[in-house]
């Protein structure tokens, strides 16, 4: 089972940017697809992107389009999400996840990834 640990979170300003890292470890770190989900407080947590096992594809959700870049480097088992031009309604806590199978109708949703890491909180003021 692959084991997924989050860093990068703080407190900016609207505007600012930040750059969200996933550190995976446990097994063959190219054999997932892996996504980003945020939950804000008293809100069920929501997909904001992912990315292929290549990195050759990227989802993004309606939301952060244009503003958010998901990324992925296979040699250092790290996916990145570099979030520009933040808002205060992507104050949330930030969660990586991974899946071994998961098929292109389905990667947006949450039930179908079976790894989850700890997440980090982004908080973003006005």
């Known amino acids: 089972q692959v084991q997924l640990v989050e860093s990068g979170g703080g407190l900016v300003q609207a505007g600012d940017s930040l750059r969200l890292s996933c550190a995976a470890s446990g097994r063959t770190f190219s054999d997932y697809v892996m996504g980003w989900f945020r939950q804000a407080p008293g809100k069920e947590r929501e997909f904001v992107a992912a990315?292929?096992?290549?990195?050759?594809?990227?989802y993004y959700a309606d939301s952060v389009k244009g503003r958010f870049t998901i990324s992925r480097d296979n040699a250092k088992n790290t996916v990145y999400l570099q979030m520009n031009s933040l808002k205060p309604e992507d104050t949330a806590v930030y969660y990586c996840?991974?899946?071994?199978?998961?098929?292109?109708?389905?990667?947006?949703?949450?039930?179908?990834?079976?790894?989850w890491g700890q997440g980090t909180q982004v908080t973003v003021s006005s």
């Open positions: 990315i292929t096992r290549t990195g050759d594809k990227t």
């Open positions: 996840a991974a899946d071994s199978d998961v098929l292109p109708n389905w990667i947006s949703k949450s039930v179908t990834y079976d790894a």
